[in-house]
Nanobody, 115 residues
Framework: QVQLVESGGGLVQVGGSLRLSCAASGVAFSVDVMAWYRQAPGKQRELVAQLSSDGTRIYAESVKGRFAISRDNNNNTVYLQMNSLQPEDTAVYYC?????????WGKGTLVTVSS
């Protein structure tokens, strides 16, 4: 059974940093695409960053220069380093991976940026 498990969320002050992790289990091969999405209260879920196994990265405009996505292909783990956090970054962050013809989501981890 495929599972994505996020960790690393929490409460941080404006300008602070957090590092999120997402580990994919139940997968017997290297995952091609892994991504982070977020959903703020009252808003739609949006793509934050995506990283393919060939190294191609996609970032939302709002996080470019502040967030960095990386991965450990051997362990099917993806990371999101978040720097210079702002109150508008407050959201539940979800890990996502398209696998075997469908998309899998983690349960999410809450990031709260306080001013």
């Amino acid at each position: 059974q495929v599972q994505l498990v996020e960790s690393g969320g929490g409460l941080v002050q404006v300008g602070g940093s957090l590092r999120l992790s997402c580990a994919a289990s139940g997968v017997a091969f290297s995952v091609d695409v892994m991504a982070w999405y977020r959903q703020a209260p009252g808003k739609q879920r949006e793509l934050v960053a995506q990283l393919s196994s060939d190294g191609t990265r996609i970032y939302a405009e709002s996080v470019k220069g502040r967030f960095a996505i990386s991965r450990d292909n051997n362990n099917n783990t993806v990371y999101l380093q978040m720097n210079s956090l702002q109150p508008e970054d407050t959201a539940v962050y979800y890990c996502y991976a398209p696998l075997i013809g469908r998309g899998y989501w983690g349960k999410g981890t809450l990031v709260t940026v306080s001013s």
